[in-house]
């Protein structure tokens, strides 16, 4: 079997928000007391929809920053972004000419992403799964801690390996590189596992706070849809006060929230935020206004970002010690991939 080991991404655009937040960096944090973790700020993806960005450097310091400051450890742990490691590039590739064009033309991303014109789109955005796939397997890395958008990717990064592994089977077992994988009641031999995607809790799709229809976005242009991780404390008690809502009272059980989904949203927020559930939540506040819930949130919100951002701003004062931070886990991320890169190319022949 593999060795346990978490792998996980965030891309250097725009600003963070409370869904990269509660979705992804917050779980990061707990995974690193149990497991083998390696976070990685994935500059690679962020050129597939634009290509030119006016401060890329700036921003994958800023991501690294937001690492830190939310708790995750660099010496245990692995922090560096992915242009420093030459295998990503190298396995996507591979994995270009293991994916099929009909798989990438059904990813819900690209067809969002590319919108109308999808003949203008760039290569690298059809790709862009089978890099992601190559992010995560080239640390063979067996559980991937991701928001709701990214189940369809991750699927497909199990496809990818499962088809590696078949298309293969013969030369792994040849070169002994083979490792037993359970699928069901089976055990299969392969070279990469079949990563589990762990997308679980209150807050694995937080909504717009003007849109209860729309995922909180970093590219969405109203600014009050979203909290950013760099938001003050004024900022955040008026984006909340703000946030669209309807006129009833909460109600005390979940199954009240069907159909309301704003007042879903927000209860979902506190639940995360107070690392509970929506239920307990609406134990305490069913039957109350808005009007009373909103400041508490606000309030609740405050306390859990403010010395996120406190310590985000101490860090991107000091670039020096970000880019060690990613040299460093740059260095270490390189060695293992080019053990898998080695193994690899036996397995393909080169
Ligand atoms: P974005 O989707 O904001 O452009 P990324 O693609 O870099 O950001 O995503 C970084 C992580 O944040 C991913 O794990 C993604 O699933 C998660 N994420 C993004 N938006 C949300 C959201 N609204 N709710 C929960 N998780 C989210
Ligand atoms: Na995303």
Redesign the pocket.
């Known amino acids: 079997a593999f060795a346990p080991r978490v792998f ?4 250097p ?2 600003n963070l ?1 409370l ?2 937040y ?4 917050r779980k990061f944090v707990a995974l690193q007391e149990s497991q083998d973790c390696i976070y990685c700020v ?1 500059d690679l ?1 962020s050129i597939t929809a634009q290509l030119v960005h006016e401060d890329l450097k700036g921003q994958i310091r800023s991501i690294t920053a937001a690492f830190l400051a939310a708790g995750i450890d660099p010496k245990r742990h692995i922090v560096f972004n992915q242009s420093r490691v030459s295998g990503h590039a190298e396995l996507a590739w591979i994995f270009n000419c293991v994916a099929r064009i009909g798989w990438m033309n059904r990813m819900t991303q690209f067809k969002e992403k590319a919108g109308k014109d999808r003949e203008n789109a760039s290569l690298g955005l059809l790709a862009y799964p089978s890099l992601m796939a190559a992010d995560i397997l080239l640390y063979r890395a067996t559980h991937v ?6 189940k369809q990717h991750l699927e497909l990064t199990r496809d990818i390996a499962i088809k590696f592994n078949n298309d293969f089977s013969g030369r792994i077992a040849a070169a002994g590189l083979g490792t037993e994988i359970a699928m069901g009641d089976e055990t299969v031999n392969g070279y990469f596992p079949i990563t589990e995607p762990m997308i679980e809790g209150p ?5 717009s706070l003007k849109d209860g229809s729309k ?5 969405d242009p109203s600014d009050l849809s979203r909290i950013n991780l760099t938001d003050d404390a004024d900022q955040i008690a008026r984006k909340i006060r703000k946030a669209k809502t309807d006129p009833d009272a909460l109600p005390s059980e979940t199954a009240g929230l069907a159909g309301r989904a704003e007042a879903d949203n927000l209860v979902g927020i506190y639940a995360a935020l107070a690392e509970t559930r929506k239920a307990d939540v609406l134990t305490e506040f069913g039957g109350r206004q808005f009007s009373e819930f909103k400041p508490a949130l606000a309030e609740l919100a405050v306390e859990k970002l403010a010395p996120i951002n406190a310590e985000m701003r101490r860090l991107i004062d000091d670039p020096g010690h970000i880019d060690a931070v990613l040299k460093d886990g740059g260095e270490r991320a390189g060695a293992i991939a080019e053990r898998t890169m080695r193994d690899v190319k036996e397995i393909v022949g080169f």
């Open positions: 996980s991404g965030v891309q655009t725009g928000h869904g990269n509660l979705g992804a960096i994935v993806h801690p991701v928001g709701d958008d990214q807050a694995t799709r937080v909504m995922k909180m976005s970093k590219s």
